[in-house]
C-alpha cells in the first residue's frame, strides 16, 4: 500500500494514553487507551475507541457508562499494569485502589484525573469501536501541572492483549 499507509502520520502523534475501565454483569476490566478524544463542547461528549480483541471491549459492550483516567508521568507503573496485563488472566483492580463510580465503572483514586461517562452511542470503526461519552461525573484534577503521560512514553510496554 505505498503511499496509502497512513502509519507515517500516526508514528509522529504524541497524545496523552487514558486507562479505561468498565464494570457490567459483575466483570471489572480496564485498559490503557491511545485512541481517545474530546470530540463536542456543547453538549459535552468524548469518544474512546477499544479493541475489539480486548478484554475491556468485552466487558464495555454491556457496560451502560465507561470511566477515563488521565494519568501523569510520575504513574508509569500503572499504565504498565493496565497497558502491559490482561484482564483474561489478571485481576488489576486486586493492584490498584479504586471505588466504584456513580455508574459503576471502577475509578481509579490515584489518577491525576478522570470523568465516568454514560455511553450514548457505539460506532464501529473496524477493529476498535467507539463510544461516546456524556459525562456523568468529574473528579477533580489532582494538584500536579498540565503535564499527562503520552503514548511516546509507553510506546515500548508490551501489550497485555494484541491491538
Known amino acids: 500500500m505505498t503511499g496509502t499507509s497512513i502509519d507515517a502520520f500516526a508514528d509522529r502523534l504524541d497524545g496523552p ?3 479505561v475501565t468498565a464494570a457490567a454483569d459483575g466483570a471489572r476490566a480496564g485498559c490503557l487507551v ?3 478524544s474530546q470530540c463536542s463542547i456543547h453538549p459535552p461528549r468524548f469518544m474512546v475507541w477499544l479493541s475489539t480483541l480486548n478484554h475491556t471491549y468485552r466487558v464495555a459492550r454491556h457496560a451502560s ?3 477515563v483516567h488521565l494519568l501523569g508521568p ?3 507503573p500503572l499504565a504498565e499494569l493496565f497497558g502491559g496485563e490482561t484482564g483474561d488472566e489478571v485481576d488489576k483492580f486486586n493492584r490498584v485502589a479504586w471505588r466504584p463510580g456513580t455508574g ?3 475509578l ?3 489518577a491525576h484525573a478522570w470523568f465516568e461517562g454514560h455511553i450514548e452511542a457505539r460506532v464501529d470503526g473496524g477493529d476498535h469501536i467507539g463510544h461516546l461519552l456524556a459525562p456523568a461525573e ?3 484534577p489532582a494538584a500536579a501541572g498540565p ?3 503520552t503514548y511516546h512514553d509507553v510506546k515500548d510496554i508490551a501489550p497485555g492483549h494484541p491491538a
Request: neutral net charge; proline residues 8%; charged residues 10%.
Open 17 to 19: 494514553v487514558y486507562v
Open 34 to 36: 491511545g485512541f481517545a
Open 65 to 67: 457508562h465507561l470511566a
Open 74 to 76: 510520575d504513574q508509569r
Open 104 to 106: 459503576g465503572s471502577p
Open 108 to 110: 481509579l483514586t490515584g
Open 138 to 140: 468529574v473528579g477533580p
Open 147 to 149: 503535564a499527562v503521560l
